[in-house]
């Protein structure tokens, strides 16, 4: 199975930034897609930044030019870098990701990190 540890949420103030990092560890053969979702109170769970193994990445419209994901592959992990943070911004953030697996490819998800940003 594969475990995801997500670090680096808090508090922040609207137009500072904040670094989410989520390691992947566990058995399994390679991870392939590597995404960031959020859910802020009483909305649904939306996909924020996405990154394949082939290095294409995608943003919601909401985040473009202020949000960056990153990975490094040899060690498993997924960043976020999230600046010039809006009040909207506050949500809690999911890492997830597709595993390979023998015979199949399964997604995992991470516990959540809180993200406040305050005006």
């Known amino acids: 199975q594969v475990q995801l540890v997500e670090f680096g949420g808090g508090l922040v103030q609207a137009g500072e930034s904040l670094r989410l990092s989520c390691v992947a560890s566990?058995?399994?053969?390679?991870?392939?897609?590597m995404n960031w979702h959020r859910q802020a109170p009483g909305q649904q769970r939306e996909l924020v930044a996405s990154s394949t193994s082939a290095g294409s990445t995608n943003y919601a419209d909401s985040v473009k030019g202020r949000f960056i994901i990153s990975r490094d592959n040899a060690k498993n992990t997924v960043y976020l870098q999230m600046n010039s943070l809006k009040v909207e911004d506050t949500a809690v953030y999911y890492c997830?990701?597709?595993?390979?697996?023998?015979?199949?490819?399964?997604?995992?998800w991470g516990q959540g990190t809180q993200v406040t940003v305050s005006s």
């Open positions: 566990g058995r399994f053969f390679s991870i392939y897609d």
């Open positions: 997830n990701v597709r595993a390979g697996l023998p015979y199949r490819t399964q997604d995992y």
